[in-house]
């Protein structure tokens, strides 16, 4: 009788166990953290599909506020700078926009950049760690970048061509958005990296109003003051319509900053509550100033008051408490109601006071946000710091922040000005500034009828 191959067996069954075991290691391996994809958290990308929603509802908003405080035959040609922008950097944010803001530092940080951010054409696939779709990210970022530039619009409504505008949104949104943008928001940018904290601008302070409301002052300036103004009063067409855009706006802005906390939770409903507090004092802080220096408030004015508020909290709503929000938006409030008095006593020309409300209201917040930052915020930044972290060192975070956003943007947006208007031509010829931009160079009328006036 012939004995059983046992060995062979015994190797056989060797060979069967390490194989189980090295599949259980790699299983164990594989399922270790950060190993995994993250997975789609509904509850963040649910809010976030809405922020991003709400922002856009902005950019329509904007233009019923604008197209309201212009005369009635420069409705349409106003209104249709903030579509513009809709269009013409709605294209531009997917096809690289997003790349030179959220991309890696390149030359020197001045931008950054990533192939696979080009087009969107990498992220297809992506989900960020906080658990909702790069795309979603994207989308959102693509709303802020599409309202900087109509901003800027108000400043010098009713007198420029719109198809030098349009050359300049697309150029400007190039060389001064996206490089604000990652140097404030990119995790290598050198304003996110600047002190233990960095400088501090939770939805766009700096990146979004400073810029715009500087941008816009320095083309203001560029271009002179309208044809009449300020000997002939320029009466608003339909302040209807613009306090049914302050209220889009309102609406919007919590999209806008309580969106910037990418989440749905604390930190969401931090940064909404004090939105809320700092447009509800900013209105009433204006209406009392109104009435206690005219005699009576307007509508303009609260509209103003609202825009104030929203402005000034803008880089503070993720650090601040709600007291910090209330009292920021009444600083705000006083401050832009004397800029426009100062405007008017000078007798520059902007038009709609896009540098009085967004210049002046972002400044304001993203400099004293200092004084009212959460305790838990300065004792993380402590910590980073390696020691104690004070007040007054964000304070200079803050306020060398603001100063280089203000250089930069003022520096470009000259040298833009003076380049498109030696090549195409800025301001509109005089007969067609008097016929008015909706008649000559859009061969329209808003309200379906010709009105020089």
Known sequence: MSQPAFPATRRKTRIVVLCAGF????????????AEEPNVDSG??????????????????????YGGLVRTKNVLGTMMHSFAAMAIVGVLWVVCGYAMSFGPSVLGGWFGWKWD??????????????GVPEYVFAMFQGKFAIITPALIAGAFAERIRFRTYCVFITLWSLLVYNPLCHWVW???????????????????GTVVHISSGISGLTLALYLGARRGYPERAMHPSNLVMTLTGAGLLWVGWFGFNAGSSVSSGLATAQALTATQAAAAAGALAWMLIEGIHQGKPTSLGIASGILAGLVAVTPAAGVVQPYGAIILGTIAAIICYCAILLKNKLGYDDSLDAFGIHGVGGITGAILLAFFIREAWMADAATNAG???????????????VGISIAYASTVTIVLAFVLDKTLG????????????????????????????
């Open 23 to 34: 599949l259980a290691v790699a299983a164990i391996a594989l399922a270790q953290p950060g």
């Open 44 to 65: 963040a990308t649910a809010w976030m599909l809405t922020s991003t929603a709400l922002v856009l509802l902005m950019i329509p908003g904007l233009a019923m506020f």
């Open 117 to 130: 951010y080009f087009f969107l054409k990498g992220i297809d696939t992506t989900i960020l760690d906080v």
């Open 186 to 204: 990119a995790s290598d940018g050198f304003l996110f990296n600047m002190g233990p904290g960095g400088a501090i601008d939770f939805a766009g």
């Open 387 to 401: 020691g104690a972290w004070t007040v007054l060192q964000q304070l200079w975070v803050q306020i060398k922040a």
């Open 426 to 453: 800025l301001r509109l010829p005089r007969e067609q500034e008097q016929a008015g931009m909706d008649y000559s160079l859009h061969g329209e009328s808003a309200y379906g009828m010709l009105n020089l006036g």
